[in-house]
């Protein structure tokens, strides 16, 4: 299995973390903005944030968040 990646679409705030390559088959939302999708195996291909930077921060904090940038 490959690292996982991430691509970010700053223009429109979304995060995507590719968890292994794949065909998407079906998704669910996990949490508002959160998107899991999954292969026709039932396993996760990627995950989607959209608002990410909203998302990021609310989870780690603007305080360590600020710390990660410098």
């Known amino acids: 299995m490959s690292k996982p990646y991430l691509n ?8 995507y973390i590719v968890i292994r390559e794949g065909e998407e088959h079906h998704f669910d939302e996990v949490a508002e903005g959160i998107v899991v999708e999954f292969d026709k195996d039932n396993q996760p291909i990627g995950i989607e944030m959209i608002n990410a930077s909203r998302v990021v921060t609310s989870a780690i904090g603007r305080e360590r968040l600020a710390l990660a940038n410098s």
């Open 8 to 15: 970010y679409d700053q223009a429109n705030d979304i995060l």
